[in-house]
Antibody, heavy 122, light 108 residues
Framework: EVQLVQSGAEVKKPGESLKISCKGS????????IGWVRQMPGKGLEWMGI????????RYSPSFQGQVTISADKSISTAYLQWSSLKASDTAMYYC???????????????WGQGTLVTVSS | SYVLTQPPSVSVAPGQTARITCGGN??????VHWYQQKPGQAPVLVVY???DRPSGIPERFSGSNSGNTATLTISRVEAGDEADYYC???????????FGTGTKVTVL
């Protein structure tokens, strides 16, 4: 059974760093693109970026370029999303998502993580 | 970047048909995927590649795509269909995925 299991909720202060994780199981982790999606409170879904764990090819949406870092450790089938200096506006639910078919073009998300709630408040 | 526009809300009576549009420049040339998201839950894929359904999704969910508009149709709407719905496409010009603005479906 394919599963994406994300790390637990986080409460941080502005300026702190954070790294959240998404562990894949039940499939070949290196053969599928993994994306990160932000959902701010009461708002819609936003693509942040994607990574191919097989070779760490990473792409960022313009709004998130330079704001976050996406990485993966294929030895433990885990993808990461990290911030070096959090802001209150980073408060949101973050989902990891697997793109179907092992391709990045025209691929739907066939599996989602359960989400990680990040709260940034002084 | 590529913009996908959805109506903020659609209201429908039980048993009737809900149609949710997703507008984008020449979207008919792209593959459109649709997701359902209920409160407090992760999204679920309901239609992919314009009109295909994943296993386990009822036949009541169907999709079409032509010109500048893609449409998700929910036939014989049930109370359990009340949710937010999002379209998604791959934008080849930017090499990135894009979500639509989202539509809240309310079952009256």
């Amino acid at each position: 059974e394919v599963q994406l299991v994300q790390s637990g909720a986080e409460v941080k202060k502005p300026g702190e760093s954070l790294k959240i994780s998404c562990k894949g199981s039940g499939y070949s982790f290196t053969s599928y693109w993994i994306g990160w999606v932000r959902q701010m409170p009461g708002k819609g879904l936003e693509w942040m970026g994607i990574i191919y764990p097989g070779d760490s090819d990473t792409r960022y949406s313009p709004s998130f370029q330079g704001q976050v870092t996406i990485s993966a450790d294929k030895s433990i089938s885990t993808a990461y999303l990290q911030w070096s200096s959090l802001k209150a506006s980073d408060t949101a639910m973050y989902y990891c998502a697997r793109l179907a078919g092992g391709t990045v073009t025209n691929a739907a998300v066939d599996y989602w993580g359960q989400g990680t709630l990040v709260t940034v408040s002084s | 970047s590529y913009v996908l526009t959805q109506p903020p809300s659609v209201s429908v009576a039980p048993g009737q048909t809900a149609r949710i549009t997703c507008g984008g420049n020449n979207i008919g040339s792209k593959s459109v995927h649709w997701y359902q998201q209920k409160p407090g839950q992760a999204p679920v894929l309901v239609v992919y590649d314009d009109s295909d359904r994943p296993s386990g999704i009822p036949e009541r969910f169907s999709g079409s795509n032509s010109g500048n508009t893609a449409t998700l149709t929910i036939s014989r709407v049930e109370a359990g269909d009340e949710a937010d719905y999002y379209c998604q496409v791959w934008d080849s010009s930017s090499d990135l995925d894009v979500f639509g603005t989202g539509t809240k479906v309310t079952v009256l």
